[in-house]
């Protein structure tokens, strides 16, 4: 399942839901990305992105890896908007019968993500706004998936 | 057909989302951006490092290479940076 | 942090107190093994340990993950006594500036876990009950941190 | 010298915890674990398989040739099964 919002998530409540009534889990990893303040004058982050294709592109992403995984449940959901210093910006949730599913499928997600959904992060300061860079290291990151 | 730019590339060329009639001869997401660049400085500069440049053909990710023939929706923006 | 409890844990409600008020995070990975009813007729599982060892074990264990990854914060939970199918047994939370740190860590952290922690689990059917045997996939898990 | 049994261990040994003065010439795990077996057949079916005999000495994972010279506490148990 994937969701594009506004509004904070619960991780537990996530959770909880995502595994109500099942006795065939065993394993559930989570992964929350926040807004971190780097250099201490962070006033805001603006999460832009592409209607439309962000939710097929996080379709895709989820099916790849519900392919590769033998997943019981997945969920991604990713924030947009104007969020502040420490607030949930991303939430990956993998449930897998075995734990090194769920690590790998949640790790796969998130490399994902980071180099193929279409969000784009500015930071706000008192300086003024500047939009964020992509990282090499997440190219390096999602790349070791296709290696193998 | 409609064009959509996101993050500073939109910044640069002023525009969210346009719809273009193209020439016959503009067939390639790179015949696109050329045919844009000659349009005015603010496209000029969006596209000046085409390294940066990322693109989309009907909501999927495309190579610059990749033709737009019959495409109803081509978008521009930078590297993603969500997660 | 480390807790060994018979009371249930609020995976959200934990992430919030180790993030609360602060901007310096970034990346939240946790882990929570449920009771997993592999054959459809388990009625509990039992959990035992080995009560002072325990804490210290799990001590040193999060001691050793703080010293090798770069971690703002952790926690371990374990839960012991009866547990019913679909009910949480153990949390693990890593929190770090980087998800690559988290993921590991929290991968770390289970392993160890795992192959050291004296917990002992007794799976009771409407047959009897039947303590369950040590993976050998759990000691190859375990090992990977120590050839580097 | 305290002992403690867990798991199998325990309901074979038919004993969780027990307080034993050893002879002087049992100084280590091994020799322990021989004085142990010739108890009574309980303990003598718990040490059968070593290979599934795991051993802590004051409440740190040691090995079978650990010495227990000293040690307050020696608990016995099946490789652990927790996470």
Redesign the interface.
């Known amino acids: 399942m994937i969701r594009v919002q506004t509004e904070d998530f619960d991780i537990g409540a996530e959770v909880a839901a995502l595994s109500k009534d099942r006795h065939d889990i065993g394993a559930v990893v989570t992964f929350s990305g926040t807004v971190r303040d780097k250099t201490g004058d962070l006033l805001a982050l603006e999460l832009e992105h592409y209607p439309g294709m962000t939710e097929k592109e996080l379709v895709r992403i989820e099916r790849e890896a519900q392919e590769r995984w033998p997943l019981e449940a997945s969920l991604i959901v990713h924030r947009v908007g104007r969020l502040a210093p420490g607030e949930n910006i991303v939430l990956v949730v993998t449930a897998s019968a075995h734990r090194q599913a769920a690590f790998e499928a949640a790790e796969f997600l998130m490399d994902y993500l980071k180099t193929r959904a279409p969000f784009w992060k500015r930071e706000e300061t008192a300086s003024g706004g500047d939009w964020v860079d992509a990282r090499d290291s997440d190219d390096t990151a999602a790349a070791r998936w296709t290696k193998k | 057909m409609k064009l959509?730019y996101?993050?500073?590339v939109k910044q640069k060329t002023g525009t969210a989302e346009e719809d273009v009639t193209l020439p016959p001869e503009v067939t390639d997401v790179t015949g696109l951006i050329d045919w844009l660049r000659r349009r005015d400085e603010g496209y000029e500069a969006a596209f000046e490092d085409l390294k940066v440049i990322r693109c989309?053909v009907d909501?999927?990710?495309a190579d610059l290479n990749a033709s737009i023939a019959g495409a109803q929706e081509v978008?521009f923006?930078?590297?993603?940076?969500?997660?």
């Not at chain 2, 923006?77 to 997660?83: C, D, E, I, Q």
Request: without cysteine.
């Open positions: 959509l996101f993050a500073w989309a909501q999927e990710h978008a923006f930078p590297p993603v940076t969500g997660g």
